[in-house]
């Protein structure tokens, strides 16, 4: 019992730092979240609120059923509004948010086909809604805050290739935060927020006789350390032309 008391407090505390890592609430401002809805979803919002004017005048209920489809939609977008800076970094909040507008305006195109039952009624509402679609997404595509060039994610691929291959059994632990990327990129899980010597400590713990330790500026992987515990021998790894070049470095000079 005292066992099982223990680990529900270690998850429990796990959870909230977690929390504390992911969460910075008071450095971004809920006008932020809106403004992502607001690129995400303008034209979609435009034809939502018409539709729901439409069908709200010719029918004027929506089925319970789907009240409640909605209600659980919502729970997700009640996250983002907590995790304010998680969501608007990397876009989960207009992810979560499409299945509530999908919802809606598959329930009020529905009603209005349903109230008028004409072909040409249903015609101009997919043709409507498709055209917004496609108005959504270029207006998206054209947003420089949402989309970005990234010249450096066959510098990424390589040198993520390398040490895949060279170090395999090898634990992998980073400088800064980490998201899904990261773990597509190199194929596992990476400690996140580690220092060499904290990595060193994870390394014993875990059996492990090679660290990765991965230097990176947001998604850009700027070089990679490689210490072997057995020899104490360090090695820097970094992309160099499409090639992978290799230094051997000291704790005191890489420090």
Request: net charge negative.
């Amino acid at each position: 019992m005292q066992l099982q008391s223990l680990q529900h407090y270690s998850f429990f505390n796990t959870m909230l730092l977690r929390y504390g890592v992911r969460d910075s609430v008071g450095s971004v401002s809920i006008l932020q979240l809106l403004r992502g809805y607001y690129s995400s979803f303008l034209y979609i919002g435009i034809a939502l609120v018409g539709l729901a004017v439409w069908a709200i005048i010719k029918v004027g209920r929506i089925k319970t059923n789907i009240i409640m489809l909605i209600f659980v939609c919502f729970f997700p977008i009640i996250e983002n509004v907590i995790m304010l800076q998680h969501s608007v970094q990397y876009t989960y909040d207009r992810m979560k948010a499409a299945f509530v507008l999908i919802v809606l305006l598959c329930e009020f195109a529905r009603n209005i086909m349903e109230a008028y039952k004409s072909v040409y009624i249903s015609t101009v509402l997919i043709v409507t809604i498709a055209f917004c679609s496609v108005m959504n997404l270029f207006y998206y595509i054209n947003d420089s805050s949402s989309i970005w060039e990234a010249d450096y994610l066959e510098s990424n691929a390589i040198m993520a290739d390398y040490v895949i291959k060279e170090y395999p059994d090898a634990l992998y632990t980073s400088d800064s935060d980490i998201r899904g990327y990261m773990n597509i990129l190199f194929h596992r899980g990476i400690y996140e927020w580690q220092t060499l010597e904290s990595s060193e400590q994870i390394a014993n713990q875990r059996g492990a006789e090679q660290i990765v330790y991965i230097i990176k500026e947001k998604t850009k992987v700027l070089y990679i350390l490689i210490e072997d515990l057995t020899t104490g021998r360090m090695r820097m790894i970094e992309e160099c032309d499409g090639t992978i070049c290799t230094y051997e470095v000291t704790r005191s000079s890489w420090e």
